[in-house]
């Protein structure tokens, strides 16, 4: 159990780096942190895989989530799954529009 934000962190940084490979790619969709610049750009630092940002209502700018050193940061993230098909990541799909 976490009693406080550090241990929280720690927490999640281990789980992440337990599951996600340095090779694997991450898609994160959104609200990834409410905190300081330096919190989490060390956050970034100690998390495995190519990360893509989603960004989400509480993320700041494209440019200001990318010099915290996600690999690439977008508004939505469009790619394609074998054997699947399309697949459009979003913060709030509720706010979809197929032009959007």
Known sequence: MCTDIESHDRAIIEAWRATVGPDDE???CGDF???NRERMAAIVA???GHITLVLGNHDRT???MLDLGFETVAKRH???VPGVGRVIARHAPSAFTPDD
Do not use: P
């Open 46 to 48: 100690q998390l495995t």
């Open 62 to 64: 494209l440019s200001a």
């Open 78 to 80: 469009d790619f394609t």
């Open 33 to 35: 942190a409410l905190s």
């Open 26 to 28: 991450v898609i994160h």
